[in-house]
Nanobody, 115 residues
């Protein structure tokens, strides 16, 4: 299983970034896909999740600014991040989850938002 994340970088507050994760080695349509992040010195936290049926769930801190989407033809999950804030800084991890199965994690992509 491979989850290859891309799209991180350094931006200024108020700008946008789009993260993408390409999945291989799983039956993509059967998995919920999501993004977590880990800021320096903090625990990893959920950012956004999209179920196999397209139902989305967002952390309160990103609701209205971030949008998660999936493309089953390409086996990709994207995270559009708008109006970025310095507190959005962290390593963003792509995940594939399924009930009664261990989750899979990508290698992470760094997002840095300067004030």
């Amino acid at each position: 299983v491979q989850l290859q994340a891309s799209g991180g970088g350094l931006v200024q507050a108020g700008e946008s970034l789009r993260l993408s994760c390409a999945a291989s080695g799983i039956t993509f349509r059967m998995y919920s896909m999501g993004w977590y992040r880990q800021a320096p010195g903090k625990q990893r936290e959920l950012v956004a999740l999209i179920s196999s049926g397209g139902i989305t769930n967002y952390a309160a801190s990103v609701k209205g600014r971030f949008t998660i989407s999936r493309d089953s033809a390409k086996n990709t999950v994207d995270l559009q991040m708008n109006s970025l804030k310095p507190e959005d800084t962290g390593v963003y991890y792509c995940t594939a989850q399924r009930v009664s199965s261990i989750p899979y994690w990508g290698q992470g992509t760094l997002v840095t938002v300067s004030s």
